[in-house]
């Protein structure tokens, strides 16, 4: 179960309520400008989150949250409505990691690892991404297909592959060819989804249907995409006539 649900607040031109002093309130500050946020005192009646770094900070926060606002309090996880992530910022990508206020701190490192692994054209990848969406909708009209196409192109060691530094959307695009869908088997070594190779995951993320004989565990199965036709292949079963990319599943000796 998540402990949060992650969102990604657009806060350009918003009022938001900044309470306290020193370096953890003028951390909210920085963090709030670069959002484009209006800060604002207490007394502003259209502010709908606010910052609470206070040495003693229950009354306000209670206050606030009688007002019907959101309210984050500086190291009270207890007391917070939200929590602020660690962010990494490649242009228009923002990874955001949580770990709802349990540790700041762990939060932060993983964050610092991750910034060495995605690389600064990451920014240009997605801006090139945007740019050639009409193109790619004009090239493969069905959703379907465009999206196994690009799945190809994301993946690693793929022509687009988010981790490689200078990857080239105008020349992948020219190039570009279509996918013929087709079927793949997956065989199942054991009930735990994690010994699923990294091939059969891919399958699995990128299937427009899935097809499964009885007793596969539902944990294997939802590693497919949630939008995927999905069918259990009992006695009877009729397979459904859809295009693109199929991923059968059977249990393999080792599985239960």
Do not use: Y
């Not at 938001?16 to 909210?28: F, S, Y």
């Not at 190291?75 to 929590?83: G, Q, V």
């Not at 299937?207 to 539902?218: H, K, M, Q, R, T």
């Amino acid at each position: 179960m998540l402990h949060s649900l992650p969102l990604f607040h657009r806060l350009a031109g918003q009022p938001v309520i900044v309470l306290g002093e020193g370096e953890a309130a003028e951390a909210k500050h920085r963090l709030l400008e670069r959002a484009g946020a209006r800060i604002v005192d207490m007394d502003d009646t259209e502010a709908r989150l606010a910052f609470v770094a206070l040495d003693e900070p229950e009354e306000a926060a209670a206050q606030l949250k009688a007002r019907g606002l959101l309210v984050n309090v500086v190291d009270r996880p207890e007391l917070c409505d939200f929590t602020t992530p660690s962010l990494l910022e490649r242009g228009p990508v923002l990874v955001a990691v949580s770990t709802g206020g349990v540790s700041a701190g762990l939060a932060k490192a993983l964050r610092l690892r991750l910034e060495g692994l995605l690389p600064a054209s990451l920014g240009a990848l997605a801006e090139g991404l945007n740019a050639a969406r009409a193109a790619m909708k004009a090239r493969w009209p069905d959703g379907r297909e465009r999206r196994r196409v690009m799945d190809a192109a994301l993946a690693a060691g793929g022509p687009l592959d988010p981790l490689a530094e200078g990857s080239d959307v105008p020349a992948w695009l020219d190039g570009a060819a279509g996918s013929s869908g087709g079927t793949h088997v997956i065989v199942l070594r054991s009930a735990d989804p994690d010994d699923l190779t990294l091939r059969e995951a891919r399958w699995l993320g990128s299937a427009d249907l899935v097809a499964w004989e009885p007793g596969v565990p539902a944990a294997v199965r939802n590693r497919a995409r949630a939008d995927a036709g999905q069918v259990e292949l009992v006695a009877g079963a009729v397979m459904p006539d859809q295009p693109g990319l199929t991923v059968v599943i059977r249990q393999g000796s080792a599985a239960p």
